[in-house]
């Protein structure tokens, strides 16, 4: 099969707008016929959703919450960028276009990451439109800040809650819908499979979640809005419950992944304290705007941080990155943070994590508000609870968060911090339409590879999200549905349904009948281990084969030993994450392959085997300049295909930060 | 009554509103009130105690007032009612520790009694001067004055005990009241919120210890 | 290691939304005080499954404090005895060795409990579906510069968007009331100017589905403002008021 990626033609600025004014429509009278079935309910699959039903289509939106209020969009911290240009520094279309594709080392498609760009600025009208209470500045007018990557502001923010309040007005959008009759809100169920008929999505199975009872569902074409599967790590900055099972079943039915590999390692977490996490928590990237990183000089310095001498302490970035220091990239950061604990450099008990400290920033906000409210020969005392005073304004709940989660107060000790996973730009492959390469069958959002290459830009995500959903997918879901007005909504009697259906049922029965003696978390916990140990920040061959052997080796004993309490018929959250896990445990495989197969560092992921001299990543444009696309042949084999990427506009170049 | 209008007030916060202005206007009663009773402590034997309550059982307008204020009790605590079997039924499953305290003053969640307390208080005190002041000729045929009534009746240190104590519950009752009928009304902002809180505190306390200083007073023979 | 609590658990267990529950009493050893509350009943499933119990059933996802979705009544408060956090972001450190703690599930007939400390809290979405929203279809949109908002007003509508529709209003509220939760959306949207065309239907329908779902009444004892881990304000619940009167007057 090739792949075609359905790029319009045209110059990048004519691509969409031409595109627009030429694809098929639905008329009205024919899109009340015709059905949509959204699975997810975030940034993507609110805003689809409620867009599609205003637009007349009958929808279904299903989400495993108890609400759709909470899909994990809502815990964005950061922003949103928009191509507005309210800071009037210069900003442009061209420039978001240009600053994506660059902060995703190249492996992006023009066209798709061009259109992003233009429609980001119509995200923000929708959104303050909704009653988004965004930032204001006094004169009334929305407040942008800047992020990493980028040398405008056009970040749009809501405090540190931009992502809940974008969310709530996605979801706001979609409740009216709900209201109004259009949307049908299933909460509280799983997709377990994806039902084709003839090639073509054409429903869904899935389970409610609180009787276990299996449902079908029927629609002309299926959206997956799932999120993405950074939760294979086991610890993450996802919430429990984010899982690949929806995108996976896709996989399975014929829709190639693309990029797995390709996941997000963000530098400023709050270290693991013990077997016992969770989750990981993330602190903003907006602290290394005034904190400085730092490690002993000392391999196994076990001194705390304020006995150590200024002269022993080593500001790794500042050294290695002179110009930009404390803010190179995400990637960059991580990777040298895990470049000297790995040599013993770390710090705390664990020894893997390095210090972010305010004292100089503390130091010098206190000399500057002294001279502001021009206090005279300051006492030392004086000046720190001056510099206290600005840095709380500054970061003040996130270093409440801090000291709520380690107990410790970082006004006084230097936070700890290390890297950990954040996002996944890899996911399943779609063409220009967003359409995988099951026809009907559409992947937005993080679920699906496109737009942020090998890295992804702060505030890009709620970007992607929310364009793909209101501005992208309605559109281009008509090219496909314009052809569909004279198929009649299929009875779920349907022989492809009840084959469905069996399958999830076989399934269950024989997560039933293991009987194993170990929990799902304790797998779950080992696979994660070994994705973050040989598949996480930096990655080489030898590993990886390793990884790929050890996880076939974890997947039988799932298989063989895994415990499920209770029964199908009820709510039943170890049944849940079995067949969460279950799909991890294969998607994993895939990731190690496809890493394997990258034998380049590009964003996020580090082959050591290319790099410069000086350990820095080494991208080859000769060999992989293209999208990996797997192909699922059952069995646990796969199918490389190659998506060669294009650069008609942007020439690609290495990326310095020296 | 259109079936909007019917609508508000069944609706939870129709319902609120009426507690919230009839609790108000109660309240107004109790400034006269005490105004009245304040009166014994001029010492001068009952007089302007005894004109005063004369002036409040004979005049028309005030006639007309007691009746309203009647009303005002029965829909305050009618609609009590109904709010506290509503508020029962809306939590049938108790919780085995609550921490109430934690979050908010014994008094606020304890209004029912303390309104049931009130009016148990009420009928006795009713029972006490209202209706011997209205339907026995004792005080009308002027055989007996207000004022000797209440001295008879203080006598008893029993029913001063009972005064004190209607009256502690009145206090508290109010202590919350006060404010939340404010509250009620939509009237919560950042600048005027304290001062209300504030005026509400210290009328509380006032018209407590004024209505407790009466049988205190006439028990121990502090006016004559 | 040093430090870690033997613990007395006692946890309301009840098998489905028509069986009877009752608290059921776990012993859990050597927890750790950097633990979060939720990863301590990790660790208790952990041992339950291993014994072949079945685990307790709780709702739980963002583990950050934001998603709104993890619900105990921790020794008769909402989200346990620290304010401002929420039951993921409440770490054993609030908590002594040898202490017992009572776990229980939001208490309101409109939130019925489907298993253990689970709870079904569809009510607040139904309520939000009649006009916990401002109707413009994509597409509508003017540049969002067209109106300048104050900063002021701005800054208000967000402090009431904060809502994370957990529900420990409700749950702490000894009306049950849901005031404290539908003032927030309110508020939210009768503080923007886009938020005015819809001021009067909003603040009815909202307080009319409220009521329908059966929450119990406000009786202002302000337990919800200082239970709530977002720090929503009593003041929008007058706001609701006044908006709730200003709509029955106007129409």
Redesign the interface.
């Known amino acids: 099969m090739k792949l075609d990626s359905k790029i319009p033609e045209g110059t990048l600025e004519e691509k969409w707008s031409k595109y627009k004014a030429s694809c098929a429509l639905v008329n009205p009278a024919n899109k009340r016929s015709l059905e949509i079935i959204v699975v997810g309910s975030g940034l993507a699959g609110a805003?689809a959703a409620?867009?599609l039903a205003?637009l007349g289509y009958k929808v279904k939106v299903f989400c495993f919450?108890?609400?759709?209020?909470?899909?994990?969009s809502?815990?964005a911290q950061g922003g949103i960028n928009a191509a507005?240009n309210?800071q009037n520094d210069g900003d442009s279309t061209y420039r978001l276009f240009y600053d994506t594709i660059k902060g995703g080392d190249y492996r992006a498609r023009e066209g798709n990451v061009y259109r992003l760009a233009e429609v980001s600025a119509?995200i923000?009208?929708?959104?303050?439109?909704?009653?988004?209470?965004?930032?204001?500045?006094?004169?009334?007018?929305?407040s942008n800040r800047s992020f990493g990557g980028t040398q405008v502001q056009r970040t749009f923010y809501?405090?540190g809650?931009t992502?809940?309040?974008l969310l709530?007005g996605a979801?706001?959008?979609l409740?009216?819908q709900?209201?109004l009759g259009t949307v049908e809100?299933l909460?509280r169920h799983e997709m377990l499979e994806v039902v084709t008929i003839e090639g073509k999505a054409r429903g869904i199975i899935a389970r409610d979640l609180?009787t276990g009872k299996l449902e079908r569902h029927f629609g002309h074409a299926v959206l997956l809005c799932t999120g993405g599967y950074g939760n294979v790590f086991y610890l993450s900055?996802n919430?429990?419950?984010c899982n690949v099972t929806a995108a996976w079943k896709a996989h399975k039915k014929g829709a190639f992944f693309g990029n797995p590999c390709f996941t997000q390692i963000h530098p400023t977490c709050i270290p693991v304290?013990?077997d016992?996490?969770?989750?990981l928590?993330?602190m903003s990237e907006s602290l290394r705007n005034d904190g400085r990183i730092w490690v002993p000089k000392k391999a196994g310095d076990v001194r705390k941080a304020n006995e150590i001498p200024e002269e022993e302490r080593d500001y790794y970035l500042e050294r290695r990155y002179p110009a930009f220091g404390n803010l190179v990239p995400r990637d960059v950061a991580s990777r040298a943070a895990k470049e000297r604990c790995d040599a013993g450099f770390g710090v705390g008990n664990s020894k893997m994590a390095v210090f972010l400290d305010f004292k100089s920033a503390i130091e010098r906000y206190g000399h500057n508000l002294a001279v502001k409210l021009g206090v005279q020969n300051p006492t030392a005392d004086q000046l720190k609870d001056f510099g206290k005073q600005v840095v709380e304004e500054k970061y003040g709940n996130l270093f409440e968060?801090y000291e709520?989660?380690?107990?410790e107060n970082p006004y006084e000790v230097a936070m700890r911090i290390y890297p950990a996973v954040h996002y996944t730009m890899g996911g399943l492959w779609v063409d220009y339409n967003l359409m995988t390469t099951v026809p009907g069958l559409y992947c937005l959002g993080e679920a699906n590879f496109s737009d942020h290459g090998a890295n992804r830009l702060g505030a890009s995500a709620l970007m992607q999200g929310l364009a793909d959903g209101?501005?992208v997918l309605?559109y281009t879901i008509g090219a496909y549905l314009s052809k569909e007005i004279s198929v009649k909504a299929i009875s779920t009697d349907h022989e492809a349904f009840v084959t469905a259906e069996k399958a999830v049922q076989a399934q269950i029965a024989k997560f039933f009948t293991i009987k194993g003696?170990k929990?799902v978390?304790?797998f779950h916990k080992k696979l994660g281990k070994i994705m973050w140990d040989k598949c996480g920040m930096a990655r080489n061959e030898k590993g990886l084969n390793e990884a790929i052997l050890e996880i076939r080796q974890l997947r039988d004993e799932f298989w063989k030993d895994v415990?499920i309490?209770?029964t199908n018929d009820?709510?039943?959250?170890?049944l849940e994450k079995a067949f969460r896990v279950a799909d991890f445990l294969e998607l994993g495989e895939l990731m190690c392959m496809d890493a394997l197969n990258r034998s380049e560092s590009c964003g996020g992921h580090f082959r050591e085997e290319s790099q410069t001299e000086e350990g820095e990543a080494l991208r080859n444009d000769d060999k992989f300049s293209y999208v990996s696309a797997w192909e699922n042949k059952g069995d646990g084999k796969y199918e490389l295909h190659k998506e060669e990427l294009i650069f008609d506009v942007v020439h690609p170049s290495a990326r310095s930060y020296k | 009554m259109s079936t909007n209008q019917a609508n508000f007030l069944q609706s939870s916060l129709g319902k609120k509103l009426i507690m919230g202005l009839t609790g108000l206007f109660l309240i107004s009663f109790l400034v006269v009130h005490a105004f009245i009773n304040s009166l014994i402590f001029c010492n001068d034997g009952g007089t302007l105690f005894n004109e005063g309550s004369e002036f409040m059982a004979h005049n028309p307008v005030i006639r007309v007032v007691e009746i309203v204020l009647f009303i005002g009790i029965i829909l305050h605590i009618v609609q009590a009612l109904i709010l506290t079997l509503q508020n029962n039924k809306a939590r049938p499953v108790k919780y085995a520790v609550n921490n109430g305290k934690a979050n908010s003053k014994w008094y606020s969640r304890s209004m029912g009694l303390l309104g049931t307390l009130l009016l148990m208080f009420l009928i006795i005190h009713l029972k006490h001067f209202w209706v011997v002041s209205r339907f026995t000729d004792e005080i009308t045929s002027g055989e007996e004055t207000m004022y000797g009534e209440m001295k008879e009746v203080f006598e008893n240190p029993l029913v001063v005990i009972i005064y004190v104590l209607g009256v502690i519950s009145l206090g508290y009752h109010l202590l919350h009241g006060f404010q939340s009928a404010f509250q009620t009304l939509g009237l919560n902002h950042p600048k005027y919120t304290p001062v209300i809180k504030a005026i509400g505190f210290w009328f509380s306390i006032i018209i407590s210890l004024v209505f407790a200083a009466m049988p205190i007073a006439l028990y121990m023979g502090w006016v004559k | 290691m040093s430090g870690n609590m033997n613990l007395t658990l006692k946890i309301w267990r009840q098998k489905s939304a028509k069986a009877n529950g009752q608290l059921v009493t776990y012993p859990v050893k050597n927890i750790s005080p950097d633990m979060s509350f939720l990863e301590m009943f990790d660790v208790l499933n952990e041992e339950l499954i291993n014994k072949g119990e079945e685990p307790i059933a709780f709702d739980h996802d963002c583990r950050e404090g934001i998603c709104g979705a993890c619900s105990m009544f921790i020794n008769g408060q909402p989200h346990g005895p620290k304010k401002g956090v929420t039951t993921c972001q409440l770490h054993m450190r609030s908590f002594k060795d040898g202490d017992t703690i009572v776990v229980e599930p939001w208490r309101a007939a409109a939130f019925p409990v489907i298993k253990d400390l689970t709870v079904d809290r569809a009510a607040f979405d139904r309520i939000i579906a009649k006009g916990g929203f401002i109707s413009v279809n994509t597409g509508n949109a003017q540049d969002a510069n067209n109106i300048p908002i104050p900063k002021i007003d701005a800054d208000l509508s967000f402090n009431a968007a904060a809502c994370i529709g957990c529900g420990a209003c409700v749950a702490t509220c000894k009306n049950s009331s849901a005031m404290l939760f539908v003032s927030a959306k309110i508020s939210q949207l009768a503080l923007l100017p886009q938020g005015q065309v819809e001021r009067i239907a909003r603040a009815k329908n909202m307080v009319a589905q409220m009521d329908e779902e059966g929450f119990g009444n406000c009786t202002n004892t302000g337990a919800c403002e200082v239970e709530c881990p977002k720090g929503i304000s009593l003041e929008n619940i007058a706001r609701m008021n006044r908006e709730y009167f200003m709509a029955n007057i106007k129409e």
């Open positions: 805003s409620a867009s205003e919450q108890d609400s759709a209020r909470r899909a994990h809502i815990a507005k309210y119509n923000i009208d929708q959104c303050v439109a909704q009653g988004v209470p965004l930032a204001r500045e006094y004169g009334g007018m929305l809501a405090a809650q992502g809940q309040q709530l979801y706001s959008g409740q009216r709900v209201g809100m909460a609180v900055t919430a429990m419950g304290s013990g016992h996490q969770s989750k928590t993330l968060m709520q989660i380690t107990g209101y501005f309605p003696t929990s978390d304790h415990r309490p209770g009820e709510l039943n959250p170890e």
